[in-house]
């Protein structure tokens, strides 16, 4: 039984249960989870770990919206609202990661976790804030904020007005050229273009996502979802070739992790597309 990563549950007390008090849950992952798209069976397992493995308070709760480097993958419906009530409940935070969903990347919305409907406590951005200058965030009420001034904290390079410049003037950029927008069109646009792969090439198992954020699960038999973890590779060294970048991720490595920049264009999409559709006829 495979778990997330990327949504831990953080205790504040736990009775020795464990010693490092921080839990996995499973994963809501709709195409290869236990539970396919029912978020509520996953959340379950959450108020499950709560109450019989923790005393019952529990510190926080972190999770992406769409997993990036777990292989592009949406949240199924229905979890993130059910377990944000059984955190609260229990007196935890919540706290979405937004560093590779944020930043209008999915199109439909400027942040990931919107689009589920609930309002974290606590939201942590970077990369997509300064294209490609070091910078992160981490946006809070102010009731949270506050516990810092209890306590002598020092970065070295915060608040470097540098960086802050970048991300000013990035933030200014997105609104003006739209690119959220674009972010809607063009990746609605592109994801029809993986979808008529995938009729094509038995070897496309799933592709999956929103806006500019996509996955295209590649798999050696569609029934059992055999990950094609070699085929992979010689795909992505194909499209190379043809003067196209493309990253993996995933739990087995087989996931095309298509998250280009928010300027993308029809054009640049149907180039991508057309050289994933030769390197794939290849094989």
Request: charged share 20%.
């Amino acid at each position: 039984m495979k778990y997330l990563i990327n949504i831990i549950i953080l205790i504040d007390y736990c009775k020795w249960l464990y010693m490092s008090g921080v839990h996995h849950a499973l994963n809501p992952d709709q195409y290869r989870g236990i539970f396919g798209s029912d978020g509520e069976k996953y959340a379950k397992d959450v108020q499950e770990i709560i109450d019989f493995g923790t005393s019952g308070r529990v510190a926080g709760f972190i999770s992406e919206a769409i997993q990036g480097v777990g292989g592009i993958l949406e949240l199924a419906p229905g979890y993130l609202p059910s377990v944000y009530n059984s955190i609260k409940k229990a007196g935890g935070l919540c706290i979405a990661d937004e560093v590779q969903a944020g930043f209008a990347r999915t199109g439909s919305h400027f942040w990931g976790f919107e689009a589920h409907g609930v309002v974290p406590d606590i939201v942590t951005m970077a990369k997509g804030i300064g294209n490609g200058i070091p910078i992160g965030a981490v946006v809070t009420t102010p009731e949270i904020a506050q516990v810092l001034t209890r306590r002598s904290y020092f970065n070295t390079f915060g608040g470097n007005p540098v960086c802050t410049a970048g991300g000013h003037a990035v933030l200014k950029v997105l609104e003006k050229e739209k690119l959220q927008e674009n972010a809607l069109v063009v990746g609605s646009y592109l994801k029809d273009g993986l979808m008529a792969l995938k009729e094509k090439h038995e070897i496309i198992g799933d592709v999956r996502g929103r806006g500019l954020m996509l996955g295209v699960e590649l798999v050696t038999d569609r029934q059992q979802k055999t990950p094609a973890k070699t085929e992979i590779l010689h795909v992505m060294e194909t499209m190379k070739d043809m003067g196209v970048l493309v990253g993996k991720g995933g739990f087995y490595g087989n996931v095309f992790r298509i998250t280009p920049p928010l300027c993308f264009s029809k054009e640049d999409s149907d180039f991508f597309v057309d050289a994933m559709d030769i390197a794939l006829s290849k094989l």
